[in-house]
């Protein structure tokens, strides 16, 4: 089992960067595929990032070029780095871990993003 507590989130204004962190606490963290999602007023959660357990990473087309997602084992740790951000990024940011073989899955609170024009 997995507790998924996430930071770094905040204003920015139109063309800024923050860089999102998810620190795990419990065991087998390298077997868990992660992923971020985020949810914007009247939306619908939306996948952003995945990184597998085997380090290979995956964005949808609204962020690909502009967040780089990466993962630390030793850490336990996940990050989104978001660069060239616009105001349609606003939205709260979750982390997501999934059990590549169980399939058991875990969120995090959520974290604000805020992007002014």
């Known amino acids: 089992q997995l507790q998924l507590v996430e930071s770094g989130g905040g204003l920015v204004q139109t063309g800024g960067s923050l860089r999102l962190s998810c620190v795990a606490s419990?065991?087998?963290?390298?077997?868990?595929?992660l992923a971020w999602y985020r949810q914007a007023p009247g939306n619908q959660r939306e996948l952003v990032a995945t990184?597998?357990?085997?380090?290979?990473?995956s964005y949808a087309d609204s962020v690909k070029g502009r967040f780089t997602n990466s993962r630390d084992n030793a850490k336990k740790a996940v990050t989104l780095q978001m660069n060239s951000l616009k105001p349609e990024d606003t939205a709260v940011y979750y982390c997501?871990?999934?059990?590549?073989?169980?399939?058991?899955?875990?969120w995090g609170q959520g974290t604000q993003v805020t992007v002014s024009s």
């Open positions: 997501n871990a999934k059990h590549f073989l169980s399939g058991d899955f875990y």
């Open positions: 419990g065991t087998d963290f390298r077997m868990y595929d």
């Open positions: 990184i597998t357990n085997e380090s290979k990473t």
